[in-house]
């Protein structure tokens, strides 16, 4: 078994679960980060069958002294893997949500990943080799009326990981950013998944294949992984269209969901 430790933070459901699980299977101990009372010390029982060591922090990380709390916590182990997983989302028309539903997601989203990162990177550079998996999304490659705050909060992402991979190209820290399409997390996103169109359904990609395949890129040192062939099409088809033309495009698709 290795004397290696992933710290995967909403590791608790969704994505960060089968992420704990596809690094278990890969000998990787792990650390688990979710809020209080949410099943958190069942899943690390998961991750212990697997044949590793497992711990888990329960805290909310929208708040700074409990991220520097998590930091201290985690930084008592070799950690040679990061993946901020955590974040929050949803559609809404930015006149009818609050400033704390706004403020919650900027810090989840973007603060959260930032401040964690800062503060385990020296731990992460002492290991031989070391890897961050930062988890955007596909929201991230156009603006999208009725989920405004959210693209903007999964660009920023894209461009720290990017910058963060420029300033550690010299070093042993490899840092990856994944845009995963649509994935069924939990059953309130399911719900809102199947009210989509049959364009959005055809590229959900199921969360053991997206741990896969993102698990798979950080390992070979890519800068973005794509998770599954219908959204590697679409990042082509946004990549080549005027932004005016996407953002009428998907928001018109939010706004029907929204309307149902």
């Given at each position: 078994m290795k004397n290696e430790y992933a710290?995967?933070?909403?590791?608790?459901?969704?994505?960060?679960?089968?992420?704990?699980?596809?690094?278990?299977?890969?000998?990787?101990?792990?650390?688990?980060?979710s809020l209080p009372n949410e099943n958190l010390e069942s899943v690390t029982k998961q991750v212990k069958q697997f044949g590793v060591q497992a711990d888990y922090f329960e805290t909310d990380i929208t708040k700074k002294q409990q991220i520097?709390?998590?930091a201290n916590w985690a930084n008592k182990y070799p950690i040679s893997i990061l993946v901020n997983n955590a974040g929050c989302g949803g559609?809404?028309?930015?006149?009818?949500?609050s400033v704390d539903y706004i403020e919650t997601m900027i810090q989840l989203n973007i603060t959260a990943s930032t401040l964690i990162t800062k503060l385990v990177l020296p731990n992460l550079n002492h290991q031989p080799k070391a890897y961050i998996l930062n988890i955007s999304s596909m929201a991230a490659f156009s603006p999208i009326g009725y989920k405004t705050v959210y693209p903007a909060t999964k660009k920023f992402l894209e461009w720290f990981s990017r910058g963060l991979h420029y300033e550690l190209?010299?070093?042993?820290?490899?840092?990856?950013?994944?845009?995963?399409?649509?994935?069924?997390?939990?059953?309130e996103v399911s719900n809102r998944i199947n009210q989509q169109s049959k364009f959005v359904n055809a590229g959900v990609v199921d969360l053991e294949t997206v741990a896969e395949l993102s698990l798979n890129g950080m390992f070979k040192n890519k800068r973005k992984v794509i998770p599954g062939k219908l959204n590697k099409l679409s990042r082509f088809i946004l990549a080549i269209l005027p932004t005016k033309t996407t953002i009428a495009m998907l928001s018109k698709a939010i706004k029907?969901?929204?309307d149902t």
């Amino acid at each position: 078994m290795k004397n290696e430790y992933a710290l995967i933070t909403g590791a608790s459901q969704g994505l960060g679960k089968y992420l704990c699980f596809a690094l278990a299977k890969r000998n990787y101990n792990i650390l688990l980060v979710s809020l209080p009372n949410e099943n958190l010390e069942s899943v690390t029982k998961q991750v212990k069958q697997f044949g590793v060591q497992a711990d888990y922090f329960e805290t909310d990380i929208t708040k700074k002294q409990q991220i520097i709390d998590l930091a201290n916590w985690a930084n008592k182990y070799p950690i040679s893997i990061l993946v901020n997983n955590a974040g929050c989302g949803g559609s809404k028309k930015i006149d009818e949500v609050s400033v704390d539903y706004i403020e919650t997601m900027i810090q989840l989203n973007i603060t959260a990943s930032t401040l964690i990162t800062k503060l385990v990177l020296p731990n992460l550079n002492h290991q031989p080799k070391a890897y961050i998996l930062n988890i955007s999304s596909m929201a991230a490659f156009s603006p999208i009326g009725y989920k405004t705050v959210y693209p903007a909060t999964k660009k920023f992402l894209e461009w720290f990981s990017r910058g963060l991979h420029y300033e550690l190209k010299a070093q042993n820290t490899s840092v990856t950013v994944v845009y995963p399409g649509p994935m069924r997390t939990n059953e309130e996103v399911s719900n809102r998944i199947n009210q989509q169109s049959k364009f959005v359904n055809a590229g959900v990609v199921d969360l053991e294949t997206v741990a896969e395949l993102s698990l798979n890129g950080m390992f070979k040192n890519k800068r973005k992984v794509i998770p599954g062939k219908l959204n590697k099409l679409s990042r082509f088809i946004l990549a080549i269209l005027p932004t005016k033309t996407t953002i009428a495009m998907l928001s018109k698709a939010i706004k029907k969901e929204l309307d149902t």
